[in-house]
């Protein structure tokens, strides 16, 4: 299929998804925490006295890729997120959302949809917004997905540590368990191995909403507020998460950042024990 053929079902340049409603459950945030094992007292801290905040990542879940990906979806992989905060989100509260696919890419050997969502309030006020870079091989639709080894990528064969503050950094050894709490039970490829091989994987692929999850955990935990409201990330998946693996995410104050405007620039990182980095990007917070 090329880039100007399309079903209706499928992603096109320019289709606009249906509005849909979004709201953040206690079980939603609970299976956050539980899932990744992190503590969410620090977040007690972050809000009101009377009012738990919602951890930022949470806000991934008001995306869906339905109708803004393709039939094939074999061996389909998540690339970049970006995303920019406006507000804390709310929990048990009706949220809008809005979305569509802004572009449609080659990259490689994978075809990249990039979908665009919005993510309002009751009053119409915009919390947030996220572009999302999903991959397709959609010239195969068995076998199995050839995965280059970390070692032979460029640009990622040795990962030089950026000059400037670093962040405390957010560490856990994820399991297959902590995979379905945190995707709520759901039976897809990064809970359940058959239907990983299905899509041309030999293991489970843990989720990138739960690795970049880790990350937003180290900026909240850094910046509270600051963060929430009006900070910026763009990250790119580098390497595959399995489940057995220790990730530990990181990030650096920039040397570089504008202190005299107040604005920062942090670059983050996520790595294995062996030093492979399996996301990398930045974050950016304007002024105090």
């Known amino acids: 299929m090329t880039l100007g053929q399309h079903h209706s079902d499928e992603a096109f340049v320019g289709k606009e998804l249906e509005p849909r409603l979004f709201e953040i459950s206690k079980k939603t945030v609970n299976d956050y925490f539980e899932g990744l094992k992190v503590d969410r007292s620090v977040y007690e801290n972050i809000g009101s006295e009377d009012k738990l905040v919602t951890p930022s990542m949470v806000i991934i879940d008001a995306e869906s890729i339905s109708g803004a990906s393709f039939r094939n979806n074999f061996g389909n992989l998540w690339m970049r997120q970006e995303v920019d905060f406006h507000a804390p989100l709310p929990t048990e509260e009706r949220l809008n959302v809005s979305s569509k696919v802004l572009d449609i890419y080659e990259w490689r050997n994978r075809t990249i949809v990039l979908q665009e969502s919005e993510i309002f309030n009751e009053k119409k006020e915009l919390l947030g917004a996220m572009r999302h870079h999903q991959s397709y091989l959609l010239d195969q639709n068995s076998g199995k997905v050839a995965l280059r080894k970390p070692s032979e990528k460029e640009g990622v064969r040795k990962f030089d ?23 709520h039970g759901n039976k897809n490829y990064h809970t359940d191995k058959r239907a990983s091989e299905e899509l041309g994987f030999e293991e489970v692929v843990v989720g990138g909403k739960m690795t970049i999850s880790y990350i937003g955990d180290m900026l909240d935990r850094t910046f509270g507020e600051r963060w929430y409201n009006g900070g910026k990330l763009d990250v790119k998946f580098t390497n595959i998460v399995w489940p057995g693996d220790r990730v530990t995410a990181r990030g650096v104050i920039a040397d570089e950042s504008d202190s005299s405007e107040g604005s920062t620039e942090v670059r983050v990182w996520m790595e294995k024990e062996d030093g492979t980095v399996t996301i990398v990007g930045n974050a950016y917070l304007s002024k105090e």
């Open 161 to 183: 540590v950026p000059k400037g503050e670093l962040l405390e950094p957010v560490s856990s050894e994820i399991d297959l368990e902590m995979c379905g709490t945190f995707f």
